[in-house]
């Protein structure tokens, strides 16, 4: 091993003989990081007023310490390099201590001026002082490569997943807003040498650190680039206070896919376990007292583009808010928006003096017939059409005082949709033909709680006469004999006449061949 000062004289005869490079006005023994940050790049280092390049070969912390200090740094350490330039070498196999005060000081091997030598760079990442683990920092300040601290030392976060929830964090984390955020999926600030730690990322966006994300993975490798970010400029969508809700794309203001403000960003509701109980918290705090609540499933007002924020709800419907109710909580990253809740909201005004569990029927034409609805609370309501079949008509029209041994049971808010509430859904009557009330039937959810919409209304009719005919049967009347007469179609159990437009031999010779 030698040391640089011992041949800085003869080295001078090589440099001006093979590299016929011009003196860039550098000192010897200074050194410079490039293609980086202001703190860490690759190494050069001047020898008699030219820049050269430092070979990685035999390259570790005690070589970056040395070049650190140089810098005016505490201290630093080597990251790697597959990065080579055009620039002679100056240092191969550099064998520092750590104690040196200038790397022309550390013992070295040859190919001292070797333009034509092949080598990968050395490089290095300087610190002021040791890193908090966790933190986060831009590379360029308020903008560029997102790093964070790992033992004590500043990695790259990969490209991989980041997206703008990752920035909203990011910024928020460095004491910017999250309406700040601005996201880059290029090399928008060159080329990042720091080593990888995070290899994915996945935030929902309304955290208050990269630290807090549920999905963070580490890893060294990275197929992309590393994450950048610019915390200045504008993101549309931001929300104000914590908490506050809103209804969004409905085609009314009281309907839509439910969204809940956190940290600065719009988020949405799985579905699963949503029901009217957490319908009647959204709606109170969007205004309505004793409200009508109607839910939606199957992306009724499409995916919202936020995170996902809460799953598996659980209110009694008192809560002021959603925050309020037990058992709520964030979500994971894996839900996606296909799930979406959505939410109708109506001011009750359906207040007529009714006696708790009387029932009637609503928009038929006449008292036997109609839409069932149910008084709870002083207050008719609608019956969800969940499950509905003969048996549970056959109680209602029972509890009416009609005919129950002929009903029909209807659905899809046949008679029309209702103007109150919905009181019960699921409703199973069972096949005993003993109950003679429409509450005494067991329910999925008890009274006052549902999963239903506006057009899912329940329907009866009673008595139903039977059918006089066949649907499709035909027949001729008031004919001489069987063989000639007017024609008449049976239609859902009811005898119709034809009319004659159009008829001709070809239809007649249609209908005999049936009779």
């Known amino acids: 091993m030698t040391r640089l000062q011992d041949l800085v004289v003869p080295f001078v005869t090589v440099l001006i003989f093979n590299f016929h490079t011009s003196v860039s006005g550098c000192e010897t023994g200074e050194v410079q990081l490039v293609d980086g940050g202001s703190y860490y790049g690759e190494v050069q280092v001047c020898i008699a007023g030219t820049w050269g390049r430092v070979c990685r070969n035999g390259w570790d912390n005690n070589d970056a310490n040395v070049v650190c200090r140089q810098l005016g740094y505490l201290s630093g350490y080597t990251t790697y390099s597959s990065q080579t330039s055009n620039l002679p070498i100056f240092l191969d196999y550099v064998g520092c201590d750590g104690t040196e005060l200038n790397i022309l000081d550390c013992d070295h091997y040859g190919n001292i001026g070797d333009y034509y030598s092949y080598c990968y760079d050395a490089k290095v990442n300087c610190q002021y002082a040791s890193c908090t683990e966790g933190s986060v920092r831009l590379s360029e300040g308020m903008e560029g490569y997102v790093e964070t601290c790992h033992s004590g030392r500043w990695y790259g976060v990969c490209r991989h997943s980041w997206d703008y929830k990752d920035a909203f964090v990011v910024c928020r984390e460095l004491g910017y807003p999250a309406t700040a955020a601005v996201q880059y999926t290029s090399n928008e600030f060159g080329r990042h040498l720091q080593d990888t730690y995070l290899y994915s990322v996945r935030c929902f966006g309304n955290e208050s650190s990269l630290l807090n994300c549920l999905n963070i993975y580490p890893g060294t490798t990275c197929s992309s680039s590393h994450a950048a970010v610019r915390c200045a400029g504008e993101i549309t969508g931001f929300c104000g206070n914590d908490g506050t809700v809103r209804l969004a794309d409905g085609e009314d203001s009281n309907e839509g896919r439910v969204e809940i403000c956190s940290n600065g960003v719009w988020g949405t509701v799985v579905y699963s376990g949503w029901d009217s109980r957490e319908g009647e918290v959204i709606c109170r705090q969007l205004g309505y007292q004793n409200p009508n609540v109607y839910i939606y499933d199957n992306l009724e007002f499409g995916p919202g583009t936020g995170p996902v924020l809460f799953i598996s709800l659980d209110c009694d419907g008192s809560e002021a808010s959603l925050y309020d109710c037990s058992g709520s909580h964030y979500s994971a990253v894996s839900y996606n928006h296909y799930s979406d809740a959505g939410l109708r909201c109506e001011q009750n005004t359906n207040f007529g003096s009714c006696e708790d569990y009387d029932v009637r029927l609503v928009g038929g034409e006449d008292d036997k017939e109609g839409r069932v609805e149910i008084c709870y609370n002083n207050v008719w309501g609608s019956v969800c059409d969940d499950n509905w079949d003969t048996y549970d008509a056959i109680v209602v029209c029972r509890q009416l005082g009609l005919d129950s041994d ?68 035909i027949k001729l009347v008031d004919g001489s004999s069987k063989y000639e007469g007017r024609v008449e179609v049976c239609v859902d159990g009811a005898w119709y006449t034809v009319c004659d437009d159009n008829h001709d031999s070809d239809a007649a010779e249609v209908i005999c061949n049936q009779l």
């Open 406 to 473: 002929t009903v029909q049971a209807y659905a899809n808010a046949y008679f029309g949709e209702g103007l109150g509430p919905f009181h019960l859904s699921y409703v199973n009557c069972g096949s005993s033909t003993s109950l003679s009330s429409l509450s005494s039937c067991s329910t999925a959810y008890g009274f006052g709680v549902h999963r239903c919409k506006r057009g899912e209304e329940a329907g009866v009719r009673c008595g139903v006469k039977p059918p006089e005919c066949n649907h499709g049967d």
